[in-house]
């Protein structure tokens, strides 16, 4: 219970810790990323990944139900009565050959890790449910976050469940009509901001810090806590083993994270004898990582990153006014907050960077639609690496492959439809114009 978990801050020199009754969205001492630890002696973990799939036969339990809170012991920072849940995670691991066999994989190796089918379209749930636990937990009356989207969807839907009042910070122009549509149907406050997401990131620290607001973007480590478990259902899924690659499309970094902590904690607690490797895909027009990583040389450094590097690097974009720009909207971000945890993940997955420019992104998506149920062009970014390793013969056909799918493909129609419409691809469907004749009209199917 609460007293085996505590907030640490990552920085060695730091150290700090705190309780998790109290809310911080850095560590107040030297300002460094939060972590939640947990005294493992102190919980009942099951001894087998195993044993939590057995919680399926309980599924009239909503915390069983719950594809994070089956996890529970791992992530047990919070009473089950501050508990909050909405059936996220009943997400799918989809062996998908046809995609496979398109991509010269061998066809029972790669997986598609169906996040878009969360309740609010996207990965983000298994972090809200966590962080809304957490705000219930401390008394937390209003929400807040800035987003490229699907954040701000998620806050405003746990938002809603939860009776806390929510506001979303988005750059003006910058988010898929579908993440709109759903902060607004679920009652936030939506501010637009005149810049992009990185704006809106600053402000929103700001405003929270000024005005006591509840912080749910993934500087929150209670989210990212429940963002683990994502890791946890693909293991359950593959019969309790664990893959040799999980590809992820990187933006702020907080999914990449979550799973390098996620892997970290089950290898320490002796419930994996393996850990997969993490390919983190960026968008060309927004590659800080793939930078920072594979020009800069930039790593973990046991905790002392080399900030200058990052420093110079933030302080060039700002001379030269930078914005990202990419038809992957979700992953349009040059300063990932998490770029710490991410690069720990990295080292801890003996991890690799990738980018992937637009045109790839999109022709991965369509295979994505032609092969499976589809997603959004962010988390094609994931499929588009894949085939990007498998030419640079990294990943092999034989290795066994999981991308994730972060979000829905209804999520953003406009990159779906100009792709298929305006052909701007090797998969484009375009619809056939045709007059309203039926004999014209059995032509063209017959033809
Ligand atoms: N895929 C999708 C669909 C996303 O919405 C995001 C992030 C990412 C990938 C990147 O994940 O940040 O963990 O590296 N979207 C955030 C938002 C930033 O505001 O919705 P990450």
Redesign the pocket.
């Given at each position: 219970m609460t007293d085996a978990a505590y907030q640490q801050c990552i920085n060695p020199a730091c150290n700090a810790s705190f309780s998790c009754q109290e809310s911080f969205f850095k560590c107040p001492k030297c300002g460094d990323l939060l972590d939640i630890r947990y005294n493992w002696d102190k919980i009942a973990v099951p001894k087998k990944m195993s044993d939590f799939a057995k919680r399926w036969t309980t599924r009239n339990i909503p915390l069983d139900y719950s594809g994070v809170w089956r996890f529970r012991e791992l992530l047990n920072f919070c009473d089950d009565k501050h508990k909050v849940t909405i059936g996220e995670g009943q997400t799918l691991l989809q062996q998908n050959c046809g995609l496979a066999n398109h991509l010269g994989m061998k066809a029972e190796n790669l997986f598609l890790q169906y996040?878009?089918l969360n309740p609010s379209g996207?990965?983000?749930d298994n972090g809200m449910t966590a962080a809304f636990s957490h705000a219930r937990m401390i008394g937390a009356k209003s929400s807040a976050?800035?987003?490229?989207?699907?954040?701000?969807?998620?806050v405003a839907l746990y938002a809603a469940m939860c009776g806390l009042k929510c506001v979303v910070f988005i750059g003006s122009g910058r988010?898929a009509f579908g993440?709109l549509s759903q902060a607004m149907d679920y009652g936030a406050t939506t501010i637009q901001i005149a810049g992009d997401?990185d704006d809106c990131m600053r402000q929103v620290q700001d405003v929270c810090t000024q005005m006591g607001l509840y912080l749910l973007?993934?500087l929150n480590p209670f989210r990212l806590e429940g963002?683990k478990t994502i890791m946890f259902r693909i293991i359950e899924a593959l019969n309790f083993e664990v893959p040799d690659w999980i590809v992820?499309?990187?933006?702020?970094?907080?999914?990449?994270?979550?799973f390098g902590k996620a892997f970290a904690e089950l290898k320490e607690l002796g419930l994996i004898n393996k850990t997969p490797r993490l390919a983190?895909i960026n968008a060309a027009g927004a590659n800080t990582l793939d930078y920072l990583v594979n020009t800069k040389k930039l790593t973990w450094n046991n905790g002392n990153v080399d900030m200058q590097v990052v420093n110079d690097l933030y302080n060039d974009f700002t001379a030269k006014k930078f914005s990202p720009h990419t038809c992957?909207s979700?992953?349009e971000?040059s300063r990932?907050v998490?770029l710490k945890k991410?690069l720990r993940a990295l080292e801890t997955c003996n991890g690799i960077v990738r980018s992937v420019d637009d045109d790839k992104i999109k022709d991965a998506k369509a295979l994505v639609g032609k092969f499976g149920f589809g997603?959004?062009p962010?988390?094609a970014?994931s499929v588009a690496g894949l085939k990007l390793l498998l030419d640079e013969k990294i990943i092999s056909p034989s290795d066994r492959v999981a991308c994730?799918l972060?979000?829905h493909a209804l999520?953003d129609p406009n990159v779906t439809v100009n792709y298929h419409k305006e052909k701007q691809g090797p998969y484009a469907n375009p619809p056939i114009e045709v007059a309203n004749d039926l004999s014209k009209i059995v032509q063209i199917i017959s033809a």
């Open positions: 996040e878009g996207s990965f983000k976050c800035a987003s490229t989207g699907n954040t701000s969807a998620a988010i993440k997401f973007n993934s963002q992820v499309p990187g933006g702020n970094l907080g999914n990449s994270s979550a983190i992957a979700a992953i971000i990932p998490n991410c997603c959004e962010a988390s970014a994730i972060t979000g999520k």
